[in-house]
C-alpha cells in the first residue's frame, strides 16, 4: 500500500515493543520507530496515542492508533494480509490455541518471570521459581503435542515463525537475563530440549537478530529495574 504511514512509538527493552517490530519486518513493513523515555520522560506523542496505559507499544498507521501488543499483531497480519508470512495460520482451532497460549505467556510466564529476579523476599522468589519453572513446562509439552514440534515443526507457527513465535520471541533475551541474575537455568537442552531447540533457531533469523537487544546492555538494566522496582508480594 504505496504512500502509507505507519511508526512505531516503542522502548528499547521491551518485550512487547520488540513483538511488534519482529512483526513489521516479517511482512516486509517499512516504518518509522520512535524511542521513548518510559522511566523518565514520556512524550506527549505516547500519552495522546495510549491514554489508557500510557505506555508502548502503540502502532500509528495513517493516523490511526492500535495499542497493546496482541492486538497490534492482529492488526498487522489482517491489514497485511497477503504480504510476507500469514502470523496466524487459517484453521480457527490453531488461531484459538495460539491466542489461548499467548494469554498464558502475558498472564502466567512473564509475571512469575518478572517476579524471579524483583521480589525482595527469598519465599516469594523462591515462589515464583517454581511457577516459572512450570510455566516452562507447559510450554514446552504444548509446543510438542498441540503444536507439533515433536512431529518436526520447526515454530509455533509451523514452517515458518508465526503470532506465538513472536509473542514468546519477545522474551528470549529477558529469560537469558534473568538466568544470569537469579543463576536459575529455565530452558537448556535436556529439561526444555524442544524450546531449547525452538530459541536458537528463531534467534538466528534475520528479521529476529537484527531487532534483539544487547544482552549486556539488557542485563545492567535488568539490575536497574530490580533495584528501582522491587516486588513487594507475589501472587
Known amino acids: 500500500m504505496e504512500g502509507e504511514q505507519v511508526k512505531v512509538l516503542k522502548y528499547w527493552a521491551s518485550p512487547f515493543s520488540l513483538r511488534v517490530q519482529i512483526a513489521l519486518d516479517l511482512k516486509g513493513i517499512p516504518y518509522e520507530y520512535v524511542e521513548e523515555d518510559l522511566l523518565n520522560n514520556k512524550s506527549q506523542l505516547l500519552l495522546q496515542s495510549n491514554p489508557v496505559h500510557k505506555t508502548v507499544p502503540v502502532l500509528i498507521h495513517n493516523s490511526k492508533n492500535i495499542c497493546e501488543s496482541l492486538i497490534v499483531l492482529e492488526y498487522i497480519d489482517e491489514t497485511w494480509e497477503g504480504r510476507g508470512v500469514s502470523l496466524l495460520l487459517k484453521s480457527p482451532h ?5 491466542r489461548f497460549w499467548a494469554a498464558f505467556i502475558d498472564d502466567k510466564l512473564g509475571h512469575s518471570i518478572s517476579g524471579m529476579y524483583r521480589c525482595l523476599e527469598k519465599e516469594l522468589r523462591k515462589k515464583a521459581t517454581n511457577e516459572t519453572m512450570n510455566n516452562i513446562a507447559l510450554l514446552e509439552e504444548a509446543f510438542g503435542t498441540a ?7 520447526p515454530f509455533f507457527g509451523g514452517e515458518c515463525i508465526g503470532y506465538l ?6 522474551l528470549v533475551v529477558w529469560i537469558q537475563v534473568v538466568e544470569a541474575i537469579t543463576g536459575v537455568t529455565l530452558i537448556d537442552p535436556e529439561t526444555t530440549p524442544l524450546l ?3 530459541l536458537h533457531r528463531f534467534c538466528r533469523v534475520d528479521s529476529v537478530k537484527k531487532s534483539l537487544p544487547q544482552f549486556e ?6 539490575y536497574l529495574v530490580q533495584k528501582k522496582f522491587p516486588m513487594l508480594t507475589y501472587e
Not at 490453531?94 to 495460539?98: D, E, H, S, V, Y
Not at 503444536?147 to 515443526?153: A, T
Not at 513465535?165 to 519477545?170: A, E, T
Not at 546492555?217 to 535488568?222: A, F, P, W
Open 196 to 198: 531449547h531447540a525452538w
Open 165 to 170: 513465535d513472536i509473542v514468546l520471541g519477545g
Open 147 to 153: 503444536f507439533n514440534g515433536l512431529k518436526g515443526n
Open 217 to 222: 546492555k539488557l542485563l545492567t538494566y535488568g
Open 94 to 98: 490453531q488461531r484459538a490455541l495460539a
